[in-house]
């Protein structure tokens, strides 16, 4: 009988998602901030992009990393139902191969415990990477999204728990005052995450998964998707620029994603992504063959 | 504005021709320092061990190679938010003379009255952009507190380091408060159109 080692390949393709989300960002990201340099007409504004450009360029040139804040690792598994490979050894791989990169590349571990504050080893401690899951019927593959997220922007992440009669227009607010209020910390021009609905620890939930998404994908719901549009030049009136030192690019996109919620909630969480919104997918198949790509 | 280059360690007089949107390339010697560097140095009231006088700071954790007792290499090296840290700023000048406070995001208004009055800069760096600024660095000279790792206290010796914008200047002026004030103004514009 020919066994495959499914657990040993989602570790491998996890240690190469890791370091390859860090040195190498998605095209779709490329042309966001290509774009971004030649709309900006603020002085600093286009200091700052053309600095962002040839950074990326150097990480190329160099294989570094683009940025050096390697970030908590977050994953999204897209589950098949037939898939051979349980979850819970699934998420063993994920941290195993988490902690190789760490080791092997080297990259700097960001991991601490949350009150000692004392450093836990090669990025992984207790729950952590942190895995959001998704189980697909009638399928027998894995997609792996590796989302290395820097704490500049995830510590501009905010909750606001609007009622029923704030509307649309109580979200948008939120949403603008959040970034407004997160000024040059979170390094823009970034991905402006959205999550509306749900519950409250739910919205927050949808936000990262909305900041993960290719740039300038759009919400297939099109009440959802109208709201992007309108959020996303909304935000870039409001002249807070790249690195906050003012212009016209302050954001690269904002992306939404939603729940039904009760008829009393209306929840609306805003999670930042920075310029170097990193990601890398694998896509593997039940007899372990691997594919990589950024396609979501 | 307009574009300059000074090297570090510096003195007040240099620092005071700076202005708020000026460009600045850095030379000579840089001090990285994040959170608990500065925890330590404030609330624990423990001496840095490097001195600090006209010093360049740079709010960094870097990502380093260890080759030997006390010898690190680079690997990646870039520049954390600084916000987090602004409470230090007006005993950093005080108590030890540095002169300039570099990282990214920029500083609260707090910052401003301090760097006014004992004459120091805020650079804004491209947060980020380390695979550039790691270039930049040409060696690790000398690291203490290691056990902070990788909050250390680093002495780097740096080239053409930037670009930089200033910040915040030694007149009372910070492109961060103006940014924000108008954006605030905008808000309300724009909530009315809503």
Known sequence: MITTDLEGIVEDAAAHLYVWALKDIPQDLRDALADAAKRETSVPGQRVLSTILKNVQIADDQQ????????????TCHVGERFPLHPARIYAALKAGTERATIEHPLRSNAVHTITRENTGPNTGHRLPIVHWEFVPEWDGLDVKCVPKGSGSENMSFLKMCIPADGVKGIKQFVLESIVGAGG??????????????????????????????????NPDPHVAKLEEELFELLN???????????????????????????????????????????????????????????? | MSSKRLTFPTTEEEVRKLHAGDEVLVDGHVIGLRDRTQIRIFDQGMQPPMDLNG????????????????????????????????????????????????????????????????????????????ALETTQ????????????????????????????????????????????????????????RL
């Open chain 1, 64 to 75: 570094n990393l683009v940025c050096q804040d390697t970030g908590i690792a977050v994953y």
């Open chain 1, 185 to 218: 910390k979170p390094c823009p021009p970034g991905i402006v995450g959205v999550g509306i609905g749900g519950s409250a620890d739910y919205a927050m939930y949808l936000a990262k998964e909305a900041i993960a998404r290719p740039v300038g994908t759009r």
């Open chain 1, 237 to 296: 009136e409001t002249g807070i620029g790249p690195m906050g030192l003012g212009g016209d690019v302050t954001v690269l996109q904002c992306h939404v994603e939603h729940a039904d919620t009760h008829m009393t909630l209306n929840p609306v969480a805003v999670n930042y992504q920075c310029w170097a919104a990193r990601r890398a997918t694998a896509h593997i198949g039940s007899g372990g063959e691997v594919e990589f790509d950024r396609e979501f």
């Open chain 2, 55 to 130: 010093a360049f700071l740079l709010h960094t954790a870097p990502g380093v190679r260890k080759l030997g007792p006390g010898k690190y290499e680079k690997v990646c090296i870039g520049t954390t938010t600084s916000a987090r840290m602004v409470r230090f700023t007006e005993g950093l000048g005080e108590q030890y003379g540095v002169r300039a406070i570099a990282g990214k995001g920029g500083l609260p208004d707090e910052a401003i009255e301090p760097m006014r009055r004992l004459g120091m800069v805020y650079f804004a760096i491209v947060g980020g952009a380390a």
């Open chain 2, 137 to 192: 660095i040409e060696e690790i000279e000398e690291v203490a507190w290691e056990e902070l790792m990788p909050e250390c206290l680093w002495k780097f010796r740096v080239k053409d380091f930037g670009p930089l914008t200033v910040g915040i200047d030694s007149h009372g002026n910070s492109l961060f408060h103006d940014v924000q004030e108008r954006a605030k103004k905008k808000l309300e514009e724009l909530n009315a």
